[in-house]
């Protein structure tokens, strides 16, 4: 177990709605990371936040949002629903200012999103 | 733009056997790390070893070592004495070691089958 929560852990929506996804980072981890799976594939990653800012983006629209709290807990956020979005979204919490140090990632489980 | 290859999609070893899994990347950056990730069907990303490209001795980290090749942009695991628990999907990761993010980019995977 690494101390990263994500929930919840299954979802469906249609085409067209909104979503919310929610990790709880490992305690004291000021940096989060979003990662996008789909089947077969591995992690893309979606954005990060440092410190409830976010300094760092992939090549996702800004459909795609999310902030991180001052407990450190963060959201992901998708609006528009299209069914290409069906697919594992992991989040990851390390400690430190992600520029400086190389410490480790820790992963939760995923949320798996069906877009119908 | 960094990329990871993965050209084995799916290996199979006999339990306590050895198996090394391959992966290549391609960068001009001269210095960043280098991971092996498992991911069981639990779906949670699990470190399994990490190589900085700065240190011309391979990594190891107990049954699991790696053969990095800066010059071939070449980076294997191998596994020995294959136990039932490796059975997974691993992930070969690549990570600038500047920039202000600690943004993972993943190969495809490959999908690792034990056989008792």
């Known amino acids: 177990e690494t101390g990263v929560t994500q929930s919840p852990t299954h979802l469906i929506k249609t085409r067209g709605q909104q979503v919310t996804l929610r990790c709880s980072s490992q305690s004291g981890h000021n940096t989060v990371s979003w990662y996008q799976q789909a089947l077969g594939q591995g992690p893309q990653f979606i954005f990060q936040y440092y410190r409830e800012e976010e300094n760092g983006r992939g090549n996702f629209p800004p459909r795609f949002s999310g902030l991180q709290f001052p407990n450190y807990s963060s959201e992901l956020n998708v609006n528009a629903l299209e069914l290409d979005d069906s697919a594992l979204y992991l989040c990851a919490s390390s400690l430190g200012n992600p520029g400086t140090t190389n410490e480790k990632l820790f992963f939760g489980s995923g949320t798996q999103l069906s877009v119908l | 733009a960094q990329t990871v290859t993965q050209s084995q999609p799916e290996m199979s070893v006999q339990e306590a056997e050895t198996v090394t899994l391959s992966c290549t990347y391609d960068?001009?950056?001269?210095?960043?790390?280098l991971f092996w990730y498992k991911q069981p069907p639990s779906r949670q990303m699990i470190l399994v070893i990490r190589?900085?490209?700065?240190?011309?001795q391979n990594a190891t980290e107990n049954r699991f070592s790696v053969n990095f090749q800066k010059a071939a942009k070449s980076f294997s695991l191998k596994i020995s004495d294959s136990q039932l628990g490796d059975a997974a999907m691993y992930f070969c990761a690549y990570r600038r070691r500047s920039g202000a993010t600690n943004k993972l980019i993943f190969g495809t995977g490959t999908l690792l089958a034990v056989q008792p």
């Open positions: 190589q900085e490209a700065y240190k011309q």
């Open positions: 960068t001009s950056e001269s210095d960043y790390y």
